[in-house]
């Protein structure tokens, strides 16, 4: 017989509230208590009227990342249906996201939708865009690293393992021996160019990547979720394919390095992870990439600009 209420959904708030469900669902669902490590709550203002009236409260709560604190709560079990109707209950500021339960189960909860707002320990891996290569500064990352840790000297941490010239190939190989000592909880996978790259004729070994571009990611989404972190990928950045005919043995173009954007962004939406759209930045600016490929200092901190208008 077929599971007609197939999804697992951790709650720790209204979803509780039998009003609430009833609202929803026509029903009081029922529940069984669970608990989410790695996490603690905040109060989070809700200015959705529906809302509101539905949940009778104007302050409801979210979640963001604390070593060694835990949140109790319940699952409930719901059908497709239901699940559909508790994502139109909640607002924008949140997102469905997997969580792994302190039992060892997965479900899903309803997270921060900035996941770097949220975030406490970032690890970062990519390519030579993603480490900062052309700026002294350290690119995006490092922008990144300066704010985040400055917003919490005690808790918080930014380690920027991206590597020049890494595919996500090469991502998939090099992250997870590397994870368990910095105790991520959140994963950003700088889904950079080179995946979008061909060999120039008789120069090189590779091959396509582009095809295998789903199966690197679901393996990251493994690796991550297996260390209780978020994953958030960050899609590639605008290139002027005028300069790159050929660069480093490597052909780049706006129709290849487009189709990887489309990929990655069709990929994490159909499994409701995060993804951070970084070309309009730079589009149309040469004037902020040193070679056609690699952003200038003050084109990593147009970078970071708009990072932080989406993630954090």
């Given at each position: 017989?077929?599971?007609t209420?197939?999804?697992?959904?951790f709650?720790?708030?209204?979803?509780?509230?039998?009003r609430?469900?009833h609202?929803l669902?026509?029903?009081?669902?029922?529940?069984?208590p669970?608990?989410l490590?790695?996490?603690?709550?905040?109060?989070l203002a809700?200015t959705?009227?529906?809302?509101?009236?539905?949940?009778?409260q104007d302050?409801?709560?979210?979640?963001?990342r604390?070593?060694?604190?835990?949140?109790?709560?319940?699952?409930?079990?719901?059908?497709?249906?239901?699940?559909?109707a508790?994502?139109?209950?909640?607002?924008?500021?949140?997102?469905?996201r997997r969580?792994?339960?302190?039992?060892?189960?997965?479900?899903?909860?309803?997270?921060?939708?900035?996941?770097?707002?949220?975030a406490?320990?970032i690890v970062?891996?990519?390519d030579s865009?993603?480490?900062?290569r052309?700026?002294?500064?350290?690119?995006?990352?490092?922008?990144?690293a300066?704010?985040?840790i400055?917003?919490?000297?005690?808790?918080?941490?930014?380690f920027?393992?991206?590597?020049?010239?890494?595919?996500?190939?090469?991502?998939?190989?090099?992250t997870?021996p590397?994870?368990?000592?910095r105790?991520p909880?959140?994963?950003?996978?700088?889904?950079?160019?080179?995946?979008?790259?061909?060999?120039?004729?008789?120069?090189?070994?590779?091959?396509?990547?582009?095809?295998?571009?789903?199966?690197r990611l679901?393996s990251?989404?493994?690796?991550?979720h297996?260390?209780?972190a978020?994953?958030v990928?960050?899609?590639?950045?605008?290139?002027d394919?005028?300069?790159?005919s050929?660069?480093?043995?490597?052909?780049?173009?706006?129709?290849?390095?487009t189709?990887?954007?489309?990929?990655?962004?069709?990929?994490?939406?159909?499994?409701?992870?995060?993804?951070?759209?970084?070309?309009?930045?730079?589009?149309?600016?040469?004037?902020?990439?040193?070679d056609?490929l690699h952003p200038?200092?003050e084109?990593?901190?147009?970078l970071?600009?708009?990072?932080?208008?989406?993630?954090?």
């Amino acid at each position: 017989m077929t599971d007609t209420r197939p999804h697992t959904l951790f709650s720790f708030g209204t979803l509780l509230d039998q009003r609430v469900q009833h609202s929803l669902f026509g029903r009081a669902v029922p529940t069984t208590p669970a608990s989410l490590a790695g996490y603690t709550t905040r109060p989070l203002a809700i200015t959705d009227a529906s809302v509101i009236a539905t949940s009778g409260q104007d302050v409801h709560l979210t979640l963001e990342r604390q070593s060694g604190a835990t949140v109790e709560g319940a699952v409930l079990r719901l059908s497709e249906a239901e699940l559909a109707a508790a994502d139109a209950y909640e607002v924008d500021d949140y997102a469905r996201r997997r969580v792994l339960l302190t039992s060892g189960e997965t479900a899903w909860a309803y997270l921060d939708a900035r996941a770097l707002r949220a975030a406490a320990r970032i690890v970062v891996v990519g390519d030579s865009i993603a480490y900062g290569r052309c700026d002294p500064q350290g690119g995006w990352a490092a922008h990144l690293a300066g704010a985040h840790i400055a917003a919490n000297e005690t808790r918080h941490r930014v380690f920027n393992l991206a590597i020049p010239g890494s595919t996500l190939a090469d991502v998939d190989e090099q992250t997870p021996p590397l994870l368990a000592p910095r105790l991520p909880d959140t994963l950003v996978v700088a889904a950079g160019i080179n995946d979008s790259a061909l060999p120039v004729s008789g120069t090189g070994a590779g091959g396509d990547a582009l095809p295998q571009v789903a199966e690197r990611l679901a393996s990251l989404a493994a690796t991550a979720h297996r260390h209780d972190a978020r994953m958030v990928v960050v899609g590639p950045t605008w290139i002027d394919e005028s300069r790159l005919s050929d660069f480093a043995g490597l052909r780049f173009t706006t129709e290849r390095a487009t189709a990887l954007r489309t990929a990655l962004r069709a990929w994490c939406e159909n499994r409701h992870i995060d993804f951070l759209d970084m070309w309009e930045p730079l589009r149309d600016q040469p004037h902020l990439l040193v070679d056609g490929l690699h952003p200038t200092t003050e084109g990593h901190k147009e970078l970071y600009r708009h990072l932080s208008t989406l993630g954090c």
